[in-house]
């Protein structure tokens, strides 16, 4: 008995009819009926009533079939398991990040991916939330790394961890927190359009609601908004992994809001057809090995959405 036995009586079954199977099946005729009668006298039982038109399975014909499509479908499963592992640790993956996770979080864990994983080629694109998420459906990316909840349907969320939201302010404070309602809509810096940090300070503020914001200066960079209140103007709001590397005295300017703490949560994102889930569970581990012990992995405060 063999597999290919297995495919040709499931051919007959479906098709019923000895000829259309064997053109399935690329073989002639002739081959296919006499693979099929080796099953059949190594089973000692019929498993087709060639009397009848078209062909049907005898009683026992049809527990044979059952059984040889249940052997056949874990066959194909031990493949696809045993292709996955083997693009676990080998191939291309394509890579997309927002900029204001990129420059904290990839120094930190790429250098020790690279090394455990060399035979994984890395491509990297540092994108907007929208330009990700284009390039990922149309499977320029394989897998992102970017805030949620994105609302799509066609797309997988893999929460990484939460991130809190500090304030950064030009003139230190002896507040022990900072509550949205306290920062002046124009004092505040803000990224540019098309960031969604950018849209989540607005709603943490409730920025929609102003009627005249008379400063307005809209940067790419959150480095370029730290640099901004360094010099003595102004407030911004910084997600905490930028604040890691900052000096005692610039963590003086830095406040933290009051509970429940706004945070953003951040994901890993594949489509849900994507296969190679394995090389996304070990994408996955090396971001979590490398959080500080102050990020958290489940939601500890007042998640604040992009839309």
Not at 5 to 29: N, P, S
Not at 105 to 130: R, V
Not at 177 to 188: A, H, R
């Amino acid at each position: 008995m063999n597999l290919q036995q297995l495919e040709y009586i499931l051919a007959v079954d479906q098709l019923k009819h000895f000829g259309k199977a064997a053109e399935r099946c690329h073989v002639t005729q002739p081959t296919l009926s006499m693979m099929i009668k080796k099953l059949e006298d190594e089973l000692e039982v019929n498993i087709f009533d060639r009397s009848r038109q078209p062909v049907e399975p005898t009683e026992i014909g049809r527990k044979v079939i059952d059984q040889a499509q249940i052997i056949l479908r874990e066959t194909s499963q031990l493949k696809d398991l045993i292709l996955q592992e083997k693009s676990r640790t080998t191939g291309p993956l394509h890579l997309g990040i927002i900029p204001t996770l990129a420059p904290y979080l990839l120094p930190a864990f790429l250098p020790e991916f690279i090394k455990d994983y060399p035979d994984i080629q890395l491509k990297i694109a540092e994108l907007t939330t929208e330009q990700l998420v284009q390039q990922l459906k149309a499977r320029q990316l394989d897998v992102g790394i970017l805030v949620t909840p994105l609302q799509d349907e066609t797309i997988r969320e893999i929460p990484l961890f939460y991130e809190p939201f500090l304030a950064y302010t030009a003139q230190p404070s002896d507040k022990t927190y900072i509550l949205p309602e306290d920062i002046d809509p124009n004092e505040l810096w803000l990224l540019e359009e098309g960031h969604c940090f950018r849209s989540q300070i607005v709603n943490l503020c409730e920025l929609r609601h102003q009627q005249k914001i008379l400063m307005e200066y809209q940067a790419g960079s959150i480095e370029t908004l730290k640099r901004l209140v360094e010099q003595g103007h102004g407030i911004t709001i910084l997600p905490e992994l930028a604040t890691l590397d900052m000096t005692p005295q610039q963590m003086h300017h830095v406040k933290p809001f009051a509970p429940p703490q706004p945070v953003r949560e951040v994901s890993l994102i594949v489509r849900k057809n994507f296969v190679r889930s394995g090389v996304i569970e070990l994408l996955h581990t090396s971001v979590l090995s490398i959080l500080p012990k102050q990020i958290q992995l489940t939601n500890p405060g007042l998640r604040i959405d992009i839309y």
